[in-house]
Structure formats: C-alpha cells, structure tokens
C-alpha cells in the first residue's frame, strides 16, 4: 500500500477515478488538477484555473469542478481524463453553479444555482445539455445521489436534509422532496 504526499504547492477537494486505483485533487496555487495513483508513483497533471473538484462520472473518463470566472461567477467547468485532457464549460451562466455530481446511471447532474436569487437544487441531463429542473423550493445546497440513483439528497436553507424520491418517465425526471430531519 503506499500513502499520496501532499503536493508542495497544497492541494484538496480529492476524489476516486471509478474503476482505477487514482484520484485526482486540485492544487490551487499550481492552478492544475492532477490525477495521482496510489499504487505506484504515476502522475498526470491538467491545467486548470483555481478549481475545487465536485465529481468524477462513473465511467472516469470527465472529471467536473468548479471554478471562478470572471463576469460569471461559480462555472462548472469538465476536464476529460483521457485523451488531451482539454477542459469545456458545463455549467457556465451569469448566475453562480456549483456542487455538480453526476448520477449513478451518468445520465444526469445535480447541481445548486443561484439563478431564482438564492440557492436550489436543480438537475441537467447529463452529458448533453437541456432545460434544467429544480429540485428544491425554499433553498438548496449540496446535492448527492444514493447510490442506486432514486434518491437525490441535499440541504435547505434551513439546515434540513432532505431526500428527494426520483422517479424517471422517459427523458425527464420528477422529484418528490421529504424532509427528514433537521
């Protein structure tokens, strides 16, 4: 077994490559994202601007972070880890998205905009773009995925968790919120 150095420039916000034994973290003076393994001493570093990582698909070929621009704000940008590793916006409005996980099944993304003036959950099918749904109402934040892809969790404004029944018909989703504590 063997233990990741901490890179000398700092790094964070690390996350597992499905189906390997790499993560891959931001280092946020370096400006890059790197995909270490933890069985050997390969690495491989991707350009980026600052960015906190969010979610890696579960094929591991895309990784998505966040990152902050200039005149948008909070973008999610994708950076493909295989190939040439170039990086394309995924979400990248006027208003601020963030915390963009992927769903089990790879066809979705949950994501928290700022859009409506504060926080909600909304979800985007996944890799291609479409017209947005939000999930939450009274704000929401941090959205995961349960493993199998029924449920989406997230915060509320008012610090409740949330579990978010998914139920697909056809290409579209619907959701049914129930607050579970506080």
């Known amino acids: 077994s063997s233990v990741l150095a901490a890179p000398a420039e700092g ?28 069985t050997s001493s390969e690495s491989r570093s991707f350009p980026a601007p600052t960015a906190w990582m969010t979610d ?11 990152t ?3 005149g948008t704000g909070e ?11 170039g990086l394309s916006p ?29 926080s909600e959950v909304s ?22 995925w349960s493993a199998d892809g029924r449920t989406l969790y997230y915060l509320t404004d008012d610090s409740a968790f949330v579990a978010a029944a998914v139920e697909r018909r056809g290409g579209s989703l619907s959701f049914s919120p129930r607050r579970l504590f506080r």
């Open 11 to 38: 790094g964070g916000t690390p996350r597992w490559i499905p189906g390997t034994t790499d993560v891959i973290y931001s280092t946020f003076t370096a400006r890059a994202l790197v995909r270490q393994s933890t």
């Open 56 to 66: 890696v698909s579960p094929d591991g070929r895309t990784a998505l972070f966040l």
């Open 68 to 70: 902050s621009r200039p």
């Open 75 to 85: 973008d999610v940008l994708q950076v493909a880890l295989e190939a040439d590793g």
């Open 90 to 118: 995924f979400l990248a409005g006027p208003m601020g998205e963030r915390s963009a996980v992927i769903s089990p099944d790879a066809q979705w993304v949950a994501y928290a905009s700022d859009e409506s003036g504060r």
């Open 123 to 144: 979800v985007e099918a996944y890799p291609g773009r479409g017209r947005n749904q939000v999930v939450s109402s009274g704000g929401g934040h941090q959205p995961q």
